[in-house]
């Protein structure tokens, strides 16, 4: 493939993994919880992490992301799917790990 290929399909792939992310995100918010539980960090299920590490690997092959971005991917994806800044360390490094 040539460079400009490469970078299409890259955006097309990353894209895909935000909807999903954005998909995830409104199946969580659509359980009945009251609204003042909305403040709470966000509850991760070994489901949701299932999906998470699943779409961080297929972005990290797609998009060739070098070893050294890898937290910064997953923390970014964590972010994106809960919606909170903080990011238990723990399930980064899961989400990392070979």
């Known amino acids: 493939m040539n460079p400009p290929r490469e970078i299409d399909h890259s ?3 990353i894209a895909q993994s935000r909807e999903l992310l954005k998909r995830l995100r ?7 919880r ?4 909305d403040t709470d960090p966000v509850p991760i299920s070994a489901f949701d992490a299932d999906i998470l590490r699943a779409v961080f690997r297929d972005l990290v092959s797609e998009a060739n992301v070098p070893e050294c971005q890898w937290r910064d991917l ?8 809960t919606g909170c800044e ?12 070979k």
Do not use: C, M, Y
């Not at 009251?34 to 539980?37: M, S, T, V």
């Not at 903080?86 to 790990?97: D, F, K, P």
């Open 11 to 13: 955006r097309h792939v």
């Open 26 to 32: 409104q199946r969580q918010r659509d359980d009945n």
């Open 86 to 97: 903080l990011v238990e360390t723990g399930l980064i490094e899961w989400l990392i790990h």
């Open 34 to 37: 009251p609204a003042w539980e």
């Open 74 to 81: 997953a923390k970014s994806l964590v972010h994106e799917f």
